[in-house]
């Protein structure tokens, strides 16, 4: 007993240090998060940048642009000259934006700068920032601007090669106005040195955009180009920083996933990978940029920070192997680039539509992926039948419930059966109240006696701690459960249950701390748990008996922070364990209101 008591006392040290930490740490963590993403979307709006037009505007405040500078201090690419990465931007002063094209899609709006052929500008138009902030999410913003987060393509030549090449001042002149996914637009610069620059720029209705770089060579020499692209983020945004999602620098290079946190960037400075195939970008909770190469070459990526004016500055790029572009040819490589929101069924779509080994990897599933994408699949299944996903999740709760019968009905026939025997076991603790060894001794002959092993109920709850914890990341990282209602007033199942008996369920104007902000439906699930607890056995051990007697309570607070979805899983699960219990004791003949001293 001494050894399930150290086992109750580790559960209770565990959970107390996860609610210190989600109420210290998490929560105040989260809050930031969503004042940054208004934040973002307030200087979005103030820019000014004109995104109905490819007409000049002005220059926000402290506007930057920047000037590729090629380094050298990577290992050098298959075919590769001098110049061994790609380029690392600086950024001057600029009082001209330059001319916009505008990009138009059922789930993108924003623009491309012609200024450098920059994505720099991007908001998503199928999301708002909050419930209360029907504003779009921003993405991509201007590159000039203290947060500017952006990505960029182009080309390096050899060091000391004299060619001419488009950098981040080139004006580009675009074969349209506007980038929708009907009508491609052409990009094209010449150098003046019998180069013809191209980028055939198409978007498809999600957030996949193919970029054709081409280039055409009537200079009379041949000339050796290397392709390389870019995302970069100025300033370290805001993340939930929970070990149970990963945000921040990623890519699948060498056929293996790639996760690299600010912080390790920071202290790292860079990290360099040789890969054919694979890609890679920034993540975000929700939202992702990512650049796909072309999967047949080699490339150098590298994960990459500096500082810059004191300020941040992350960058993940590529660098293809030198290509030959002979006099009178020309030559063109295909990429991607995907900025938009992690939706499931498009990230799946885009790894066989593009080729692209493990691109579902974007979606942090964790090491638990062969349970978390199929309870996501299995609540899509549902909310498609009944188009509610608080619904789907009963409806999930029923299935999961089915598949742990068999282990449950064992549970719940031990437990009954440890139930039956506590007067026994209450007259052992009379007749030995002084001699725990001879009680032990008398009450394991006991248990030998009546066929009762009291460690029967525990491996039912174990195999079910996997399902919650998919459940809760399922719930966590998957955007289709952001903002997603159930009945009442749960408007976001992602979010914790907003109404609390502390401040008469919003009668009284005053926001309470969140570690007493508990909601009905942690309430609902303490209530039910208690009533749980009253059909089992009372542990032997007074002390332990005290302990279990508090964890409803103890629960109820420790689930008041956690996503609403999860709370109506763990109260309908319950529900559906008491009746099932409930039944196997009356089968059994067991009193349910039987004393338990």
């Known amino acids: 007993m001494s050894d399930q008591k150290n086992l109750i006392l580790a559960i209770l040290l565990s959970l107390t240090t996860l609610i210190v930490y989600q109420q210290l740490v998490l929560e105040p963590q989260m809050e930031e998060q969503r004042l940054y993403e208004e934040q973002m979307a307030a200087e979005s709006a103030a820019s000014n940048l004109d995104n109905t037009s490819v007409a000049n505007t002005p220059v926000p405040s402290g506007a930057t642009g920047d000037a590729p500078i090629p380094t050298g201090d990577t290992p050098l690419p298959s075919g590769m000259g001098a110049n061994t990465s790609a380029p690392t931007v600086d950024f001057v002063a600029t009082s001209d934006p330059g001319p916009r094209l505008k990009v138009s899609t059922p789930s993108l709006h924003g623009s491309i700068s012609l200024r450098g052929a920059r994505f720099d500008d991007l908001s998503l138009g199928k999301y708002a920032v909050s419930l209360e902030d029907d504003s779009d999410v921003p993405l991509l913003t201007d590159s000039r601007a203290m947060d500017g987060y952006y990505a960029e393509y182009g080309w390096t030549a ?6 001419a090449l488009p950098g981040a001042d080139t004006i580009w002149s675009a074969s349209a106005d506007m980038l929708t996914p009907d009508s491609p637009v052409t990009l094209s610069w010449a150098n003046g040195q019998g180069l013809l620059f191209q980028r055939i720029i198409s978007v498809d209705e999600d957030y996949a955009f193919t970029i054709t770089s081409r280039v055409e060579n009537t200079s009379g020499a041949d000339v050796y180009l290397a392709p390389y692209a870019l995302v970069a983020r100025k300033g370290t945004p805001q993340t939930a920083g929970f070990v149970i999602m990963h945000e921040g620098p990623i890519g699948v290079l060498q056929g293996e996933l790639q996760e690299i946190d600010y912080k390790d960037l920071r202290e790292d400075g860079q990290t360099s990978f040789s890969s054919t195939g694979g890609w890679l970008g920034i993540t975000d909770k929700y939202w992702q940029v990512i650049m796909i190469p072309d999967q047949t070459l080699n490339m150098q990526a590298r994960f990459f920070h500096r500082l810059q004016d004191g300020r941040d500055r992350y960058q993940v790029d590529y660098l293809h192997g030198e290509l030959n572009v002979p006099a009178g040819s020309s030559v063109e490589l295909t990429s991607h680039l995907v900025a938009g929101a ?5 990230v799946d779509r885009y790894e066989t539509q593009f080729d692209v080994a493990l691109f579902d990897r974007t979606i942090d599933w964790g090491w638990l992926y062969f349970l978390t994408k199929p309870i996501f699949l299995a609540l899509k299944f549902f909310d498609g039948l009944v188009g509610n996903l608080g619904i789907a999740i009963l409806l999930l709760t029923v299935v999961v419930k089915g598949l742990f019968f068999p282990l449950a009905n064992k549970q719940y026939v031990a437990m009954s059966k440890m139930k039956k025997l506590q007067p026994k076991m209450a007259k052992l603790k009379e007749r030995y109240p002084d001699d725990k060894v001879k009680m032990q001794q008398e009450l394991m002959a006991l248990y030998q006696k009546e066929k009762v092993n009291p460690w029967a109920g525990c491996l039912p709850i174990l195999v079910q701690i996997p399902v919650f914890f998919a459940l809760y990341k399922t719930l966590y990282i998957s955007i289709e459960m952001r903002h997603q209602p159930f009945f009442g007033w749960i408007k976001d199942l992602s979010a914790p249950d907003p109404l609390t008996p502390v401040n008469l369920f919003g009668l009284i104007p005053w926001d ?6 508990v909601g009905i439906w942690p309430i609902l699930m303490g209530a039910s748990m208690w009533f ?10 007074p ?9 409803p309570i103890f629960f109820t607070f420790i689930m008041a922070p956690f996503a609403a979805g999860l709370v109506i899983y763990w109260t309908w699960n319950n529900l559906l364990s ?5 039944y196997i004791m009356r089968k059994m003949g067991v009193s349910i209101s039987e004393e338990q001293e």
Do not use: H, T, Y
């Open 158 to 163: 050899r060091a000391g090669a004299n060619v």
């Open 342 to 346: 992690k939706e499931v069924s498009v």
């Open 512 to 517: 309470p701390p969140s570690i007493i902000a």
């Open 532 to 541: 749980q607890m009253r059909l089992n056995p009372q542990q032997a051990d």
């Open 543 to 551: 002390i332990q008996a005290k302990i279990f007697s508090i964890m």
């Open 578 to 582: 008491i009746a099932q219990q409930w």
